[in-house]
């Protein structure tokens, strides 16, 4: 039977109502009724998009992308890719949405929203500033970010170190962060994982992925979710705010790149081998403007968490997203992880879950897995990739340090089941002939249920047996998080994990750190041998009793035969009740140094920018951890004044070659980044900054934008953009803009004045220029691009899309 338009329906449905699709009625085209779908969900059992949320259907949710395709296919009229029926199919309006890849932004309306604890802070305070008394989609924060990694006795931890030691130290010194998360997702109706629950992805994918469906996610790793075929995109908290409070979410229509896998993986080669081997091919920037779908016979020799580690990687590339088609070994993983009506309802939904055959790819890359060497990516970027077998020759060749100080596993990008036992089957080899790790090894649990399970499994015994230490369930090390003592600031050394990125300093906060990034199985096998020279394919390791013993390939099941434990109860549940919801008290004390409520940034002026100093000219890779860094400064996540004494710290400047050193144009002393911003800022004098080559790669954290803006910054002149950075810019009122002539970027010196003119006719598609006067008394002007549409311009006259939503509310246009 049909729905019927007077039905009720939630709040989270209300977005679909309003569109006149998913569960109120069927979709119009031209006045008429459209009766043929290739789906149904009428007679289907009602399956529940998590256990968490029981009035929340999946049955709707493929509905909805259903209705929208009919539309759409008789729109474009070819074979369509994956990535454009589930990104088509979450349309707001597809009847005369413009679908031109890599051109037309599209409006679109995510399933859920997904945030960790350290961007979730941002997000929420700025959410409580919308007004709304709840989210208008299912959403979740993640404690995973505020955890420091210790791998030695800790004074502060009663002499302990690990995990236990870790987590309760957090939850004493965060207590502030944690109430505040916590009692905003009550209040506004978000689900809240208690410190210790696990990483935000491996949580994701355990219980709320879905194939088929859209999320976005305040961290970058967000598409780890393309494992199970879900459309997964890392934003910024602002784009997190937009959809929470019921606006559709605009993107650019992503190029899709296929990436074809032929063959099987045998003996070392692992998951991971594929995509340091696309990171590769397509460096940190190639996938920009892209979501990388993969597919081919290939693709069925893989797990479901072995291609969520593929898809989380991709984040390395630039890619908006990764994305897999529905198979068995999803269907698989769905069971196991006790969503069985979930899997049969998404294999009866199958043909929107794979590309057409004839779909066409802006680009294709081809791998076969039967040829695919284990590799070794890095240092200090992830895209140099090595193959295992001239690995040791590229060390040597660069004078990389060959002696291994650490070998860290686990994170959101290798932390399943799967992972642990692969790496466990080493171990134990080693353990067999009276062998232990040379170095510190350190094993970060993906989730509580990794972590249960592994423990009931004998997993982390063995671990335990081998010298490791096994960390809180959360992010750690990966994200800088890591109190490591044993090596002084500034040695060079090397460690090799099995994380996601290895941009200097990134995990110790050591930029001589030579970090390189493997599977967990390869670490293993580096930390048991101490020495990076070691090919644990051919050469062989000394046992206790002094003979030579060669590992054999790695082995671990897929998922747990005894099925998953999922360990102490970790969840919090937001109130159902509205009138329960209400009575909940947010608090936020004025005298914080945590958490700051935030102020409304200026609107526009009306004119142009004049006379604006460089605060610094940035030279080479100025990633968001160069721009605000993690590590000790996350704990200023929730506070904006404080947080943004990081601001660009990390970036070296061009004029002397150094971080955190610029000349004040008004005083001529030297002195800090955020120091300079800041008087500047007291001066009324607005400032930009020039930078390089893929400004902002790295971590969606929007802090690196909100940071500038809130310090009188106005503009990021640069020769290209990160994706996701650069719509953070915009979300705050600042002008991304890049160099029509990148070779442009050597006429500027950090001492002229610049000037942007043609605001006061800012319109898409139409350059603006800068105006330079040097010190000498001359000048230049040179044409910079942007790729702003009417919303975001509407954007920057607010002063921020938060204005803008705020100034719709008071209209009554939304």
């Known amino acids: 039977p049909r729905h019927r338009p007077t039905e009720s329906v939630t709040m989270q449905q209300q977005p679909l109502a309003r569109l006149g699709l998913g569960p109120v009625r069927l979709g119009l085209r031209g006045g008429e009724r459209q009766n043929v779908l290739c789906y149904s969900s009428a007679a289907a059992e009602k399956v529940p998009m998590s256990k968490f949320e029981q009035t929340e259907y999946l049955n709707d949710r493929y509905k909805a992308i259903e209705e929208r395709l009919s539309v759409v296919r008789k729109r474009l009229n070819k074979p369509m890719t994956l990535a454009e029926k589930i990104v088509y199919g979450h349309l707001d309006d597809p009847e005369t949405a413009e679908m031109k890849r890599g051109v037309s932004y599209l409006k679109l309306r995510p399933d859920r929203v997904a945030m960790q604890d350290a961007t979730a802070q941002m997000a929420m305070l700025q959410f409580i500033s919308s007004g709304l008394p709840k989210t208008m989609v299912p959403s979740t924060i993640h404690c995973d970010h505020l955890i420091e990694g210790t791998t030695s006795p800790q004074p502060d931890r009663e002499g302990k170190y690990g995990g236990e030691a870790d987590l309760k130290y957090a939850v004493n010194i965060n207590k502030e962060v944690y109430d505040f998360l916590a009692t905003a997702g009550a209040k506004y109706g978000v689900g809240f994982w208690q410190p210790g629950s696990g990483i935000i992805h491996q949580i994701v994918l355990e219980n709320y992925a879905l194939p088929g469906l859209m999320m976005i996610g305040t961290d970058s790793h967000t598409p780890n979710a393309g494992g199970l075929g879900m459309c997964a995109v890392g934003v910024g908290g602002a784009d997190a705010v937009d959809v929470m409070a019921g606006l559709p979410w605009e993107l650019k229509a992503p190029k899709v790149i296929g990436v074809k896998l032929t063959g099987k993986m045998s003996r070392w080669t692992s998951p991971k081998d594929v995509i340091l081997k696309v990171a590769g091919i397509l460096t940190v920037k190639g996938g920009t403007g892209a979501i990388v779908e993969y597919f081919g016979p290939g693709v069925d020799h893989m797990s479901c968490t072995g291609m969520a580690t593929v898809c989380n990687m991709g984040a390395e590339i630039g890619a908006t997203t990764s994305v897999f088609p529905f198979n068995k070994r999803m269907y698989d993983y769905l069971v196991s992880t006790e969503r069985a009506s979930a899997a049969s309802l998404a294999d009866s939904f199958k043909e929107n879950l794979r590309a057409d055959e004839g779909a066409q790819y802006d680009q294709v890359i081809e791998i076969n897995l039967s040829e695919l060497e284990p590799h070794i990516n890095g240092p200090f970027t992830p895209d140099l990739a ?168 790695p082995f671990g099941d897929e998922l747990p035969a005894r099925g998953f434990d999922a360990g102490a109860n970790v969840y919090q549940a937001p109130p159902t009740n509205t009138e329960d919801r209400t009575k909940v008290q947010v608090k936020v004390d004025p005298a914080s140094q945590r958490l700051q409520l935030l102020e409304p940034f200026n609107a526009w002026n009306g004119d142009d920018i004049k006379d604006a100093a460089v605060l610094i000219k940035v030279k080479g890779k100025c990633t968001t951890d160069h721009i605000s860094m993690a590590g000790p400064w996350l704990k200023y996540r929730g506070h904006l004044d404080n947080i943004s004494n990081n601001m660009l710290i990390g970036a070296i400047n061009i004029e002397n070659g150094k971080p955190n050193a610029v000349k004040n144009l008004i005083t001529g002393e030297e002195g800090a980044v955020p120091a300079t911003a800041r008087d500047y800022k007291a001066r009324g004098l607005p400032w930009v900054v020039i930078g390089d080559e893929n400004y902002g790669e790295g971590s969606s954290r929007e802090h690196a934008a909100l940071e500038p803006r809130h310090l009188g910054g106005v503009a990021i002149i640069v020769k290209s953009f990160a994706r996701i950075h650069e719509t953070n810019l915009k979300k705050q009122g600042m002008l991304p803009l890049t160099f029509a002539n990148p070779a442009d970027y050597e006429k500027i010196d950090p001492t002229d004045s610049i000037s942007i003119l043609g605001l006061k006719t800012f319109t898409p598609g139409v350059p603006l220029t800068l105006a330079g006067k040097k010190k000498d008394g001359s000048s230049y002007t040179i044409p910079v691009n942007h790729t702003f549409n009417e919303n975001q311009i509407n954007w920057f006259k607010n002063g921020s899309a938060l204005n803008a939503m705020a100034a719709a509310f008071k209209a009554g246009k939304m």
């Open 386 to 553: 090595h193959p295992l077998s001239k690995f040791a020759e590229e060390l040597r060749k660069n004078n990389w340090p060959t002696e291994l100080k650490a070998g860290l596993i686990g994170s959101c990008t290798n932390s399943s089941y799967e992972d642990m036992a692969r790496a466990a089957s080493v171990a134990r080899q080693a353990l067999a002939a009276g062998i232990k790790a040379k170095v510190p090894f350190t094993i970060s649990p993906g989730s509580e249920q990794i972590r249960a399970t592994t423990t009931r499994d004998g997993i982390m015994d063995v671990f335990d047996k081998i010298g490791g230490t096994v960390l809180s369930n959360s992010c750690g090390p990966c994200i800088g998080q890591w109190k490591r003592t044993d090596v002084a600031k500034g040695e060079a050394n090397s460690i090799i994990t099995s994380f996601n990125r290895n941009f200097a300093a990134r995990n110790d906060g050591n930029p001589a750190t030579h970090c390189f990034v493997a599977s967990p199985e390869l670490v293993t096998a580096f930390a048991i041998a101490g020495d990076l020279t070691f090919n644990p394919e051919k050469d062989t390791l000394v046992g206790a009793d002094g003979k030579e013993i060669k590992l054999e390939a």
